[in-house]
């Protein structure tokens, strides 16, 4: 059987409920939002979270169902919770493929003091400029088995 009319507010319901039980939290019909309480770590939900969890599932008369609206919402809440979260040291890994012209790239930069076969020179190049040194290694003719001798 089919719905007489379609509504978006349906949609929206399903994705608000879709979320809720992402955050193992469920709306009630007045609108609260709860833990259900089945992982071992309650998720505890922040104001704009239960707010956009709420307006989804059980929206009033006034709250505004429109894409955009729901969209700066949503956006609100990741970056409420991008700022919450309190930032940690991590490891920051850079990946050139094969094909990816970085041994041109530091020959030329360097005017030709780090030749393009000297794979770990060009590493050590990069991992120089990365650390923030004021001037990024130069390179003499290799020395070592490593790469060229290098100096900043």
Do not use: H
């Amino acid at each position: 059987m089919r719905v007489a009319r379609y509504s978006f507010a349906e949609d929206w319901r399903a994705l608000g409920q879709l979320a809720a039980a992402c955050l193992d939290s469920e709306v009630k019909a007045s609108g609260e939002v709860l833990p259900k309480g089945r992982t071992d770590t309650i998720i505890a939900l922040s104001t704009a979270e239960r707010v956009l969890l709420k307006r989804l599932v059980s929206p009033t008369r006034r709250d505004n169902l429109e894409a955009r609206s729901i969209t700066r919402a949503i956006d609100d809440v990741i970056l409420e919770v991008g700022r919450s979260v309190p930032s940690r040291a991590g490891a920051f890994i850079l990946r050139f493929a094969q094909g990816a012209g970085l041994g041109d790239a530091v020959y030329e930069t360097t005017g030709g003091q780090i030749p393009t076969d000297e794979y770990y020179a060009q590493l050590d190049w990069v991992r120089a400029d990365l650390d923030g040194w004021g001037e990024p290694f130069l390179c003499r003719a290799p020395s070592t088995r490593r790469g060229a001798a290098c100096s900043s």
